[in-house]
C-alpha cells in the first residue's frame, strides 16, 4: 500500500516505519519535527517537513499530491499528554495539535475526487475519564474530565471521513517501550534501585507493547474487517504498584520508594491526572475478532520492552 503517515516520527513510529517498509509498503512521512530515521532507513521514505496542524500546509502541492496517492492512511499526530504543566496556552496545544491536524486532514480528503482506502486513527483511553474500579470497553460512555474533552473532539473530528473510508479509530493506552513512553522515563530510576510506584499504587494502568501497537495499526489498514473504534490496550491492565513491583523483579531491582502524588502534581500539574488517576480498559473487540497479542500479559511485554535484541 502507498500510505501517507502524520505524527510518526516519535516513539511509536520508531518502531511503525521499519515495520511498515518490511511490510512492503510505501511510506510518505509528515512531521514538523526532524526526522529520526538515519541512513539506508531514510532513503527508502519520502519525508514532508511540514505542520500538519496548520492548514496551510495542506494547500501545498507535495502534501496534496501524497495525500491523493495514498491508499491509506495513519494519523497518530499530537504533542505528548503528560510531559508539561497544563498551563491554559499548554492545554490549547494539546488540543489544537490533534483536532486541527485531523480536521485539515479530513477537510483534505473530502476534497479528493477518490480519496484513500482508510484511515488509522489515534485518540487514547483518556475519552472515558477515571473513575475509580469501572471497567471500560469500546460502548462506555466518554468522561468529562479535560482529556476526555481532547479525545472527543479529536474522533468527532475523524468521524467527518468522507463516505467509502473505513475509519478506524484506536483508543490507545500506555505504550511500553525501552525508548521512550512511560517506561522509558522510569528505566534509568529502577536500575539505579530507586524505583517504586507513582501516587498511591491503586490507579490502574491499561498499557500495550509498542509493538503490538505497531501490530495492530499495519493490521487494520490492510484487514477490511476492522472498522470502527478499538481499544488498543492489552487484556491484563496492572495497577500501578503491581506495574512497579512487576518491573522491579524483571531488572532484578528494589522498586519501594513511591513517588508522592503531590510532587507529580507540583511539577506537571493538572497534566498529573494521567498518572496518577487511571482507568481499567479491556481490549473486548480486538478480543473478539481474535487480534493475536504478541505480549499479552505485563512480564512478558516488561522482559520484552528491557531486553536487547530484535523484538
Known amino acids: 500500500m502507498r500510505l501517507l503517515l502524520l505524527g510518526c516520527t516519535g516513539f511509536v513510529g520508531r518502531d511503525l516505519v521499519p515495520y511498515l517498509l518490511e511490510l512492503g509498503h510505501h511510506v510518505t512521512l509528515v512531521s514538523r519535527r526532524d ?18 496542524s496548520d492548514p496551510a500546509s495542506w494547500r501545498q502541492d507535495s502534501l496534496r499530491q501524497a495525500l491523493a496517492a495514498a491508499d491509506g492512511v495513519v494519523n497518530l499526530a ?15 496545544l494539546l488540543m489544537d495539535s490533534r483536532v486541527r491536524t485531523t480536521e485539515s486532514l479530513v477537510t483534505a480528503m473530502a476534497s479528493l475526487a477518490v480519496p484513500p482506502k482508510v484511515l488509522i486513527q489515534a485518540s487514547a483511553v483518556g475519552y472515558y475519564g477515571t473513575s475509580g474500579e469501572a471497567v471500560f470497553r469500546e460502548d462506555s460512555p466518554a468522561g468529562d474530565d479535560y482529556l476526555a474533552r481532547i479525545c472527543q473532539r479529536w ?5 467527518k471521513v468522507p463516505s467509502g473510508v473505513r475509519l478506524v479509530t484506536l483508543r490507545i493506552g500506555i505504550v511500553l517501550g525501552p525508548d521512550g513512553g512511560a517506561l522509558g522515563k522510569m528505566l534509568p530510576v529502577f536500575r539505579l534501585g530507586f524505583g517504586g510506584p507513582v501516587g498511591n499504587g491503586q490507579q490502574w494502568m491499561s498499557w500495550i507493547h ?26 491484563q491492565p496492572s495497577r500501578m504498584g503491581d506495574f512497579a513491583a512487576e518491573l522491579g523483579r ?16 507540583l511539577l506537571l500539574g493538572d497534566g498529573a491526572q494521567v498518572v496518577l488517576q487511571g482507568q481499567q480498559v479491556l481490549p473486548a473487540r480486538l478480543q473478539a475478532q ?9 512480564n512478558a511485554a516488561l522482559v520484552a520492552a528491557t531486553s536487547p535484541g530484535p523484538r
Open 35 to 52: 526526522l529520526p530515521f538515519p541512513g539506508p532507513l531514510a532513503d527508502r521514505l519520502v519525508c514532508l517537513k511540514l505542520d500538519p
Open 78 to 92: 499530537g504533542e505528548p499528554i503528560a510531559e508539561k504543566r497544563w498551563t491554559p496556552a499548554h492545554q490549547r
Open 155 to 159: 474522533e468527532a473530528a475523524a468521524a
Open 210 to 235: 509498542r509493538h503490538d501497537l505497531v501490530r495492530l495499526i499495519a493490521t487494520a489498514l490492510e484487514d477490511p474487517a476492522y472498522s470502527g473504534t478499538y481499544n488498543a490496550v492489552a487484556p
Open 250 to 265: 524483571v531488572l532484578g531491582r528494589p522498586s519501594l520508594l513511591p513517588v508522592p502524588g503531590p510532587l507529580l502534581q
Open 290 to 298: 481474535g487480534f493475536p497479542f504478541r505480549y499479552p500479559d505485563l
